[in-house]
């Protein structure tokens, strides 16, 4: 492994190396919300008098629907991406998400909820073939010593795209011409996306062609028994996993932790959501410089820890926020002149940013432990694992709730695993005061 210090990650973004899949996975990830976004705000309040269903059931649906993909559809995708040249598969990917955009465009015209519900599974699906891409062509593309900034860059302003995307979805929907607009910036930032993966250099396949499985839950059982014989990459995955099981959490329970917990409007929920995605950014952005380059799992145990120990404060700083009056809400401007609103808000990035700290240096491990001619495979292995472990996110928080727990209970609860979490990774630390501990309290066993 290049072991030299990486040079300024943000010069990355002048590479042809790296900035046509830098803009492709911005893009994307902007467009998925933008819809996902738009779709629910419209049923919620344009479509839904004529649905029997609860408002509720509509959103898991939703969520469920753009989900599924990942499990069905990423063992095969990344089969077919460890046997073709990436940067081809790109472009037929970014030109399919121009095609579903145009029938979104006509689901958005026609406001039938079956034909949106359809095309948000396309979404998912599309998504779904490109993640095993994204992250497995960067070693292909970076030296070893740029593959930590490079992974901070792709991995802080996804999140960005996240939130950048989903205030569009939800601000512009519901204007005069909502529709309209929507409709013209999903296809709009489809086609620049597409325009952005033909400028892709080659990313030819590094080992002889495996035959595909289209038979997906063999094709599950298979990848993840055979990512299970590489320790070290299988030992990421799971990792990662538990960084996806933990977002999925807040991202479920931030709006009812806002109005319920806080007392306040749907303006304070997007002040922390923007604070929540501008967090991770800036602790993934951080990993390239506090680890000189360096490629490790040093970082994670103290991201872990810190999202434990900042999630108690975030419990107690909410204990103390102004108690919301029954029948009103408070909007950002009354929420924000009390001091206990900006002690909230710190927490919030503080959290973000130790996430972003934990799961950067993880991605960059997965894509270096795994074998060259099957990473695409190890990745997708990593998103069937992070769905898995999303879905138990949802049925563990169902669970709490209906025991009586509140939102920010069950957000304490959750996060406070980031203790246990630090701890197992540390023991693959030794050098680390934490990973000397660790080993000391639980050594390693033969299957370590």
């Not at 302003?157 to 013209?184: C, K, M, P, Q």
């Not at 990512?227 to 099981?245: D, G, K, V, Y």
């Not at 900042?310 to 009056?325: C, G, K, N, Q």
Request: proline residues 7%; glycine residues 6%.
């Amino acid at each position: 492994m290049d072991k030299a210090p990486a040079s300024n990650q943000f010069a990355l973004l002048g590479s042809r190396r790296f900035l046509p899949l830098f803009l492709v996975q911005f893009l994307g990830a902007f467009n998925d919300q933008t819809y996902q976004k738009a779709f629910v705000a419209l049923i919620t309040f344009r479509l839904a008098a004529d649905l029997d269903m609860p408002l509720e059931m509509l959103g898991v649906i939703a969520s469920g629907l753009f989900i599924l993909p990942f499990a069905i559809f990423t063992p095969t995708a990344g089969q077919i991406a460890d046997r073709v040249d990436k940067a081809t598969m790109m472009k037929f990917v970014k030109f399919w998400e121009i095609v579903v955009m145009a029938l979104a465009v006509v689901g958005f015209h026609l406001q039938n909820v079956i034909f949106l519900y359809f095309v948000l599974f396309m979404m998912g699906t599309q998504s779904a073939i490109f993640a095993p891409i994204k992250y497995s062509v960067l070693p292909q593309w970076l030296k070893p010593s740029e593959l930590l900034g490079g992974n901070g860059l792709v991995q802080a302003f996804t999140f960005l795209a996240i939130i950048f995307g989903a205030i569009a979805g939800n601000e512009l929907i519901l204007t005069d011409r909502g529709v309209a607009v929507v409709s013209a910036l999903v296809v709009g930032v489809a086609i620049v996306g597409f325009v952005a993966s033909l400028f892709a250099p080659p990313a030819p396949p590094l080992g002889p062609a495996e035959p595909v499985d289209p038979v997906f839950p063999r094709a599950i059982w298979r990848l993840i028994a055979a990512c299970r014989r590489e320790r070290r990459a299988f030992r990421a995955i799971l990792a990662i996993s538990w960084f996806w099981f933990l977002g999925a959490t807040f991202l479920a329970l931030l709006p009812a932790y806002v109005k319920q917990a806080l007392g306040a409007d749907e303006g304070v929920l997007t002040v922390l959501l923007t604070a929540f995605s501008v967090g991770v950014a800036l602790g993934a952005v951080a990993t390239e410089r506090l680890s000189r380059g360096l490629i490790s799992v040093k970082l994670p145990p103290v991201g872990a820890l810190g999202i434990a120990i900042i999630s108690v404060e975030l419990w107690f700083a909410t204990r103390a926020a102004p108690a919301p009056i029954p029948g009103e809400l408070f909007d950002r401007a009354r929420f924000f002149s009390e001091p206990a609103a900006w002690r909230i808000l710190l927490d919030f990035t503080l959290l973000a940013a130790c996430a972003g700290l934990y799961v950067t240096p993880l991605n960059a491990v997965l894509q270096t432990a795994s074998p060259a001619a099957r990473r695409a495979r190890f990745i997708a292995c990593s998103n069937v694992v992070d769905a898995a472990l999303m879905v138990a996110s949802a049925i563990l928080v169902a669970f709490f709730v209906g025991f009586g727990l509140t939102a920010i209970d069950v957000l304490t609860l959750l996060a406070a695993t980031g203790a246990p979490m630090a701890f197992a990774v540390a023991r693959h630390a030794p050098e680390t005061p934490l990973g000397r501990i660790a080993l000391a309290a639980f050594p390693r066993g033969p299957s370590d």
